[in-house]
């Protein structure tokens, strides 16, 4: 059964770098034909799409975020990672990690639990 | 891109029945596949409805999504509420980037 699993700071102090990592477990990661992709959700409000990455290091990111964000792939591992650099407290939120299903890059099936990172203002 | 809106909150008790909509505001709700996702406190989220209409295996035929084109809207109805139904539920859908609907929460009581 997939599982997926999100690892890091719980902290991050402002301007510092936020970086994250998902654990996939139960199928390879590696010439998938899944896009691999965070997610977020700040304290009391909406989810949030921050970009994906696909087989290969295919990236795609939030045009709000993108200017700040890395995601990459690592199949040796069988994980992903995120990173976001010169944070804010805006940047407080629940982050997880998800797999869309197969060629498709907007329907997640399965999902992290989640982690939250607090960025203290 | 266009937003989706869901009420914040509904609620319904046990064993009745209970309809969440996801409006879009511009372009055609069926020109991209509606998703509906199920966040509960404690576990991960799961998807309870993808591409409009479809359930995934192990979600119980008491969730059901379809689509009203006049209304530009999807919608999510869960039939037969259980407790355990109580939850936050997110609509999505894709624009020119992933749109997520800004959620609502179901009580059941």
């Known amino acids: 059964q997939l599982q997926l699993q999100e690892s890091g700071p719980g902290l991050v102090k402002p301007s510092e770098t936020l970086s994250l990592t998902c654990s996939v477990s139960g199928d390879s990661i590696s010439h998938s034909r899944h896009y691999y992709t965070w997610i977020r959700q700040p304290p009391g409000k909406g989810l949030e799409w921050i970009g994906n990455v696909f087989d290969g290091g295919y990236t795609s990111y939030n045009p709000s975020l993108k200017s700040r964000l890395t995601i990459s792939i690592d199949t040796s591992e069988n994980q992903f990672s995120l990173k976001l650099t010169s944070v804010t407290a805006a940047d407080t939120a629940v982050y997880y990690c998800?797999?869309?299903?197969?060629?498709?890059?907007?329907?997640?099936?399965?999902w992290g639990r989640g982690t939250l990172v607090t960025v203290p203002s | 891109n266009f937003v989706l809106t869901q009420p914040p909150s509904v609620s319904e008790s046990p064993g009745k029945t209970v309809t969440i909509s996801c409006t879009r505001s511009s372009g055609t709700i069926a020109s991209k596949y509606v998703q509906w996702y199920q966040f509960r406190p404690g576990s991960p989220p799961t998807t309870v409805i993808y591409e409009d209409n479809h359930r995934p295996s192990g979600v119980p035929d008491r969730f059901s999504g379809s689509i009203d084109s006049s209304a530009n809207s999807a919608s999510l109805t869960i039939s037969g509420l259980k407790t355990e139904d109580e939850a936050d539920y997110f609509c999505q859908s894709f624009g020119s980037s992933v749109v997520f609907g800004g959620g609502t929460r179901l009580t059941v009581l």
């Open positions: 998800a797999r869309t299903a197969e060629w498709e890059v907007a329907e997640f099936r399965s």
